[in-house]
């Protein structure tokens, strides 16, 4: 029993050994590291030789390491490895992400893991022949090709014997034959190689800095270097090569008024700093109290916390998020300030970092403590030539107080002697001085910087406009002071920028060098004019002087086209945001369209009633760093090519054209006036008017005295001359309710009146004459009445044809009793003027003793041929007024003229608009 229970105390000490090697060693003390290109310049002297030997092949390998990168470069080289047979593997670390690169089996394995600047970041690489390959950083794995893990290689060593392993230079050959691009600038340390696949948790805490394992190939702590000319050998604290996550916050030592610091953080992409938590208040404390030299002298406030309650007094909210504080750390008796305080800050000293509130009165200020999202990338707008300075720079410390920034590649931006620099740093001669414009002291924003060389085409010393931005492109636009809106907020007419500076320089319209407003655009189409659309909404005929042979009309015109010469800026969906001004239309070619047959040669003309707008159809063009502000020249974001979007001018004009009134048909007549329109400035050469759409519209809502407007049409013109132009074909209908009612009706029963008498006693002459020379007398005076009244002209009208025919019916009418009568004897001279009554066959008749007149047996016929005249007088007149009645009316009411003919059997072309 004894012997067991050793045996098994023994047992249980191995296992705990063994699991204590697992977990490696304890992550405290200080570790060997290697400074590689210290001078930042990149060349070949940059390197660590491991001087150790592989003792034989290694058909599965795994490399770990941390690194911090001082610069990028196109392929920046940690790791390789490489032997005689040119068996190579090399880890490769640039802007776009960590790559491996095993030459031997024809791999390379594009990570994506983008290595930070200046920041500790812990790699994994194991590589095997039978198993998956398996990617680790920062604790984090690399899903591989397969959607879990990479494939495995084919069965080669990846290690062997003959090779050699360099950190810092890419080998291409071992151990010799090095390129300056390709080479490491930063540091690197706790390189391991095992012969072995380690397991993923083995992985995780290795790239979490969790444990520390000793390769059994090359053992970080044991391996001996041979160190480059622009290398070195150092140590530092272990811990401090383990901040592979480090905390998110940058103190600002600048005291800023409470408004100027939640902008400041802003600006750099995060917030305003409040603690959520006993852990984050004690980190916070800790950092704020660090620097209580410069922030919180004699117990003075260490920096401002991101929360008010000025919108509801006891209400704290975040200023980021506008949401209720969820933590508090009040000191005791506060808050206290009421209305008067508003804002928090901490406090040290006695306070021992407790909250205390203050007001937020502009005469105050705090240190700033953001809480940023790290690593804080920035973008220079406005860097024209990449070959000097960088476009992309990572937010590094702090320098002489204030914050320091790193480039990619080959410079930096720091404060030195009360100034902003840029500095190339492989040519300490190229550099630029930042304006102090009154702004808050940082470089953040939009700034006028000043270079020691010719810069983007501009003399040595001319103030040229950068911004440095951590606002994301194409999707945010960078206000002056660095704070981002949404780009689609700048120039909207609403202010939006803590500086407003989003509604500044808004003009629409790009002009291009050269560009002459003289000359029309190029077509689209080679070897084709420019196409320029017409349409016209007719609003109003606000008169038709037919007599005049002129009617006034109120349009609408509508011009649209194209030029491939501009570019627009801010279009928006709606139409009718898009205004261009007249001051800027001055500048821009636009059409000019005559009213040909206008009075006092109208043609449409740009003023402040113009209203010219962008159509926007294209996509806009692709960001442009070189440009300093998003969105306000070519190509940058939000700008469109004139090629792809349309411009589109409206004005109203009240015009008089002349027309050519028929009255032949008058009052029954239709006219066809006309409205061209033509090209009078370029030749069709050069311009072509076409219609768009249908080219012209009325809205058919007028209420005209005379005449109802009929069909509208346009089409083309066709003349002699080198214009292109269109004609509008207007319909008029004259309304003939009126002299129906006043002429045809009255001078219809008038006729009526004069045939009646025909039914009078055909020997009742007095009665007979005294009624139709009444009608030819009322005639007469209401054609003499009208006829002032209607059109002169030279030609007989169709009213005119019914008054005639009406006159001389009623003269007819009283000739034919005229004649009548002079047939009609009587019986002797003393007879009376008045006949004696007749029979009904016209005969006398006499008086006897019963009756009071007595027929006449056997009569003579002394009355048969007025009787007779009187019969067929009357039949034909009546006959006859009846079929130039008809006539009359048949013509009059299915009237039509040369114009109609004209108008509707031409077809003409179907025309659409550009878009």
Not at 155 to 170: N, Y
Not at 241 to 253: D, G, Q
Not at 733 to 749: C, D, E, N, S
């Amino acid at each position: 029993m004894e012997l067991a229970g050793l045996l098994l105390l023994l047992l249980m000490v191995a296992l705990l050994h063994h699991a204590r090697a697992g977990e490696g060693q304890d992550v405290s003390g200080e570790i060997k590291v290697v400074k590689l290109q210290e001078s930042m310049v990149a060349n070949t002297g940059s390197f660590a030789k491991w001087t150790g030997h592989i003792l034989g092949p290694v058909t599965a390998v795994t490399i770990c390491y941390r690194v911090k990168m001082y610069y990028y470069r196109p392929d920046v080289t940690v790791f390789s490895y490489i032997n005689t047979n040119n068996t190579k593997i090399r880890t490769d670390h640039n802007r776009y992400g960590m790559q491996v690169v095993v030459a031997s089996h024809d791999r390379r394995l594009d990570t994506g893991f983008i290595t930070p600047l200046l920041q500790w970041s812990a790699f994994c690489i194991a590589l095997s022949n039978t198993s998956p390959h398996t990617i680790y950083f920062n604790g984090l794995k690399y899903q591989g090709e397969d959607g879990l893990d990479g494939g495995g290689f084919r069965d080669t060593p990846f290690m062997d014997v003959d090779g050699t392993i360099v950190l810092g230079q890419d080998q291409d050959a071992p151990a010799a034959v090095y390129d300056s691009t390709q080479s490491f600038s930063g540091e690197v340390t706790d390189v391991n190689v095992w012969s072995r696949h380690l397991s993923q948790q083995e992985m995780v805490n290795i790239t979490s800095c969790k444990t520390r394992l000793q390769g059994d190939v090359l053992a970080w702590d044991s391996a001996q270097f041979e160190i480059g000319t622009d290398s070195s050998e150092t140590t530092l604290p272990l811990t401090e090569t383990c901040n592979i996550v480090p905390e998110p916050y940058f103190m600002f030592l600048d005291k800023l008024q409470f408004l100027d610091a939640v902008r400041l953080c802003r600006a750099f992409g995060g917030e305003l700093t409040t603690p959520r938590d006993d852990l984050q208040q004690k980190a916070v404390y800790t950092l704020a109290e660090s620097n209580r030299r410069v922030c919180g002298e004699e117990g003075g406030p260490l920096m401002w916390l991101g929360i008010t309650d000025q919108h509801s007094e006891g209400n704290w909210r975040y200023i980021s998020t506008n949401t209720n504080v969820s933590y508090f750390n009040w000191a005791q008796g506060q808050p206290n300030g009421r209305t008067m305080e508003n804002c928090a800050v901490i406090k040290g000293e006695t306070f021992k970092g407790r909250w205390v509130d203050q007001s937020c009165r502009k005469s105050l200020k705090v240190c700033t403590l953001c809480t940023l999202n790290t690593p804080v990338i920035l973008r220079f707008r406005g860097i024209c030539d990449s070959t000097l300075y960088d476009e992309l720079f990572v937010l590094a410390g702090t320098m002489n107080g204030k914050p320091y920034f790193r480039g990619y590649y080959r410079s930096h931006v720091f404060y030195s002697e009360r100034r902003w620099h840029l500095h190339n740093i492989m040519a300490n001669d190229t550099h630029g001085l930042m304006d102090d414009d009154g702004s808050l002291d940082f470089p953040v924003g939009r700034h006028d910087w000043r270079f020691s060389h010719g810069f983007c085409g501009e003399e040595q010393g001319v103030a040229q406009s950068l911004t440095l931005t951590q606002c994301a492109q194409n999707r945010h636009f960078t206000c002056d002071d660095g704070t981002c809106i949404p780009i689609n907020q700048v120039c909207d007419r609403r202010v939006q920028c803590p500086d407003m500076s989003d509604e500044l320089d808004c003009s629409t319209v790009q002009l291009p060098k050269g560009y002459q407003p003289t000359l029309p655009p190029p077509s689209t189409q080679p070897d084709l004019p420019l196409p320029v659309y017409l349409n016209i909404t007719l609003n109003t005929f606000a008169s038709i002087k037919a007599i005049d042979n002129r009617f006034t009309v109120e349009l609408l015109v509508r011009l649209v086209w194209r030029d491939p010469r501009l570019q627009f800026r801010h279009l928006r969906r709606d139409r009718q945001l898009n205004i261009i001004l007249p001051s800027e239309a001055e500048k821009m070619w636009v059409p000019v369209v005559a009213f040909l047959n206008a009075e006092k040669n109208q043609h449409t003309v740009v003023d402040t009633d113009t209203k010219i707008t962008i159509e926007r159809l294209g996509a806009a063009l692709a960001d442009h760093t070189e440009i300093s502000k998003e969105a306000t020249s070519p190509p940058a974001a939000r700008v469109y090519e004139g090629s792809d979007n349309n411009i589109r001018v409206a004005r109203k004009y009240t015009v008089v054209f002349q027309c050519s009134f028929n009255f032949f048909y008058y009052p029954f007549n239709t006219d066809y006036c006309y409205m061209i329109f033509r090209m009078n400035t370029n030749t069709d050469k050069y311009v072509a008017l076409w219609k768009d759409g249908a080219g012209i519209h009325y809205r058919r809502k007028d209420k005209l005295a005379e005449y109802t407007i009929g069909k509208v049409i346009m089409r083309r013109l066709v003349t002699d001359e080198p214009y292109s132009g269109l004609q509008a074909i207007v319909q008029m209908k004259r309304l003939y309710t009126t002299q129906v009612v006043t002429v045809f009706i009255p001078t219809t029963l008038i006729n009526v009146i004069s045939f009646a008498t025909f039914l009078f006693k055909w020997f009742d002459f007095q009665n007979r004459i005294m009624v139709s020379l009444t009608a030819l007398l009322v005639l007469s005076m209401l054609f003499s009445q009208i006829s002032d009244n209607l059109p002169k002209t030279s030609y007989v009208k169709l009213i005119d044809i019914w008054f005639f025919s009406s006159i001389m019916f009623s003269f007819l009418t009283v000739l034919l009793h005229t004649v009548v009568e002079y047939n009609h004897h009587y019986s002797s001279p003393t007879a009376p003027s008045s006949s004696p009554c007749l029979l009904e066959t016209g005969e006398p008749a006499s008086k006897d003793s019963t009756h009071n007149w007595i027929s006449v047996e056997n009569p003579a016929h002394p009355y048969s041929r007025p009787v007779l005249i009187n019969k067929i007088g009357f039949l034909v007149t009546i006959t006859v007024y009846a079929m130039i009645f008809v006539i009359f009316w048949i013509v009059a009411l299915n009237q039509k003229t040369p114009e109609d003919a004209m108008m509707f059997s031409v077809n003409d072309t179907q025309v659409t608009s550009l878009g």
